[in-house]
């Protein structure tokens, strides 16, 4: 089984929990920015066919991020690793498996998507395959 597709959303990393004293206790939560990215994710797919992966799989991803106009940057910013777990918690949402723990191999790419007033490139290309 093979799932690919384009994702028009700005790719983001997840950012680290913040940590909160509710009654003593600490409570960890994520920002709020960033719950309405996923929310955004999940939203994208709620158009598109999905069939849940069982088993063991294969993810390659290819993060195309905007480039600010005056940025002197090469790359993104943000660990690869933060982009893709936004993905993958986006995707565990969405009811493609039952958890990223399936994921087995993974090809991840980050970059800036090239200039084109034209198009929208910036977002998620997305390729998911299971592994036999």
Partial sequence: ME?????????????????????GHGVAYYPTSYKKWVEAFVDLFKHKPIQKFDGQVSVDVVFECRKARTSKLITPVGDIDNYVKSVLDGLTKVG??????????LC???????P??????????????SIT
């Avoid at 493609?96 to 191999?105: A, G, I, L, P, Y």
């Avoid at 991840?108 to 090239?114: E, L, N, S, Y």
């Avoid at 084109?116 to 395959?129: M, Q, R, T, Y």
């Fill in 3 to 23: 799932f690919k597709t384009f994702i028009h959303i700005d790719p983001i990393p997840c950012p680290r929990p913040r940590i909160a004293v509710i009654s």
């Fill in 96 to 105: 493609m498996w039952d958890d990223d723990k399936q994921v087995t191999h």
């Fill in 108 to 114: 991840a790419i980050k970059r800036f998507a090239p």
């Fill in 116 to 129: 084109d007033p034209g198009a929208s490139l910036v977002g998620i290309i997305l390729c998911i395959k």
